[in-house]
């Protein structure tokens, strides 16, 4: 029994907002990219990010020199009066209006985000997507989720479901059962709680003393705890804290706050939010890394999962097992003059801005434009299947983005 129940708290099967198949998803979280007016009191930014621009070495021939083209777009206008331009782009259900207005206004100004229409709208298009403005979403059918999720352990051991709720059967911190709680299951934050509770009282329930709360997103825009956790090292967290940085996540205020930082505070060359929104779904770069994996498969020869995962990863930490990515990358050794170490050093960089000055993405970026003719992609929609206990039909990134995006055009209409 006791090693069955450790199978509990190491799953992570109860992550509420669907997540990507692709390995891209046990990447390590993306710091926050630190803007260069950053609060003097902020942390430095996590070893994971490039400590500065990676040199661009002289191109091998036949690849010619070719200086970065940068185009700077005109600037969005500044709203005068954030609260003013937020009264009209809210859809017209949301309440309490006031609040949701005062948190967004309230995060972009912490997080140094300007307070421009196609921000606001980027938001507000992902938290209707997400939650449809609840700040604690209701999960239908949540407890035959869980209990399934268990039963599929159990059959491992050939223990029956009946045994294993028995041993929920002793009281909570909040009175109830542990099986009373998990039928009783409406929302995402009982749940976290619910297992919060359990982490903490894993050895008077048989569990194992380090067992860790399997809920990895959540809140109104179902952002990751562990992202959430990493920003508030680097960057100062604005608001008093009643409880952990988990717990803000679940709330509406750390929900917008952290929301907005994951899909708006880092630089991104997209010409279209949609490939922000993809971001979003499947990881910062996601959708330059993509564009890049396209590339590489051309010039190879090589047919590759255009998932934006450019590593394989262990526990965070790029494992041993060489990529599809990284074979196809071996063939053009020659052409690139650059060795298998100089290429996982630049590859290491994926989930930064600093991989787009890397001499590997540029020199391959600069064989894909002489191959076409013209520039190549710089930006690509992922192609990502998503999985979900509460999904049932086939969706994707792309679907997700799509989704959102109608959303976002509609934000922009209310101005």
């Known amino acids: 029994m006791k090693k069955l129940l450790c199978l509990l708290g190491s799953s992570g099967m109860l992550a509420a907002c669907a997540t990507p198949v692709s390995p891209l998803a046990s990447q390590p979280v993306p710091a926050p990219i630190i803007q260069q007016n950053a609060p003097s009191s902020a942390l430095p930014a996590p070893a994971s990010e490039p400590a500065g621009t990676v040199p661009?070495?002289?191109?091998?021939?036949?690849?010619?020199?070719?200086?970065?083209?940068?185009?700077?777009?005109?600037?969005?206008?500044?709203?005068?009066?954030?609260?003013?331009?937020?009264?009209?782009?809210?859809?017209?259900?949301?309440?309490?209006?006031?609040?949701?207005?005062?948190?967004?206004?309230?995060?972009?100004?912490?997080?140094?985000?300007?307070?421009?229409?196609?921000?606001?709208?980027?938001?507000?298009?992902?938290?209707e997507q997400e939650s449809t403005f609840q700040a604690d979403p209701v999960v239908p059918g949540l407890p035959k989720i869980v209990w399934g999720k268990i039963?599929?352990?159990?059959?491992?051991?050939?223990?029956?479901?009946?045994?294993?709720?028995?041993?929920?059967?002793?009281?909570?911190?909040?009175?109830?059962?542990?099986?009373?709680?998990?039928?009783?299951?409406?929302?995402?934050?009982?749940?976290?709680?619910?297992?919060?509770?359990?982490?903490s009282e894993a050895q008077k329930l048989g569990l194992p003393v380090g067992m860790k709360n399997p809920i990895r997103t959540g809140g109104p825009m179902q952002v990751s705890v562990e992202f959430a956790e990493a920003h508030v090292r680097a960057w100062p967290y604005p608001y008093a804290r009643n409880g952990s940085i988990r717990d803000e996540v679940f709330s509406?205020?750390?929900?917008?706050?952290?929301?907005?930082?994951?899909l708006l505070q880092y630089p991104a060359p997209y010409t279209d939010m949609r490939y922000r929104f993809a971001d979003f779904n499947a990881g910062r770069y996601a959708s330059r890394n993509a564009a890049f994996q396209q590339a590489v498969a051309k010039l190879s020869g090589s047919k590759l999962a255009l998932d934006g995962d450019l590593l394989r990863y262990q526990n965070g930490q790029p494992g041993r097992d060489t990529s599809s990515t990284q074979q196809a990358l071996a063939k053009l050794r020659s052409r690139l003059g650059l060795s298998d170490a100089d290429m996982?050093?630049?590859?290491?960089?994926?989930?930064?801005?600093?991989?787009?000055?890397?001499?590997?993405?540029?020199?391959?970026m600069q064989l894909a434009d002489q191959q076409q003719g013209r520039k190549a992609p710089r930006e690509l929609m992922p192609d990502i299947r998503l999985h979900s206990p509460k999904i049932t039909r086939k969706l994707t990134t792309a679907w997700f983005a799509d989704r959102v995006d109608g959303r976002y055009q509609r934000c922009l209409a209310r101005r």
């Open 56 to 127: 661009v070495l002289p191109a091998i021939p036949p690849v010619p020199p070719t200086p970065p083209v940068i185009v700077t777009p005109p600037p969005k206008p500044v709203a005068a009066n954030p609260k003013a331009l937020l009264d009209k782009l809210l859809p017209d259900y949301v309440k309490p209006r006031s609040g949701w207005r005062d948190d967004l206004v309230s995060a972009f100004g912490s997080l140094q985000i300007p307070h421009t229409a196609e921000n606001y709208c980027a938001v507000i298009a992902v938290i």
């Open 151 to 199: 039963n599929d352990k159990v059959d491992n051991y050939y223990i029956p479901l009946a045994l294993v709720k028995t041993a929920f059967l002793k009281k909570s911190p909040n009175g109830q059962s542990y099986k009373e709680r998990i039928d009783n299951l409406r929302t995402e934050k009982e749940m976290n709680d619910l297992f919060e509770d359990m982490s």
């Open 252 to 262: 509406r205020k750390g929900g917008i706050y952290f929301g907005s930082a994951i």
């Open 344 to 364: 996982l050093r630049d590859l290491k960089q994926e989930k930064s801005a600093g991989f787009a000055q890397t001499p590997l993405y540029s020199r391959i």
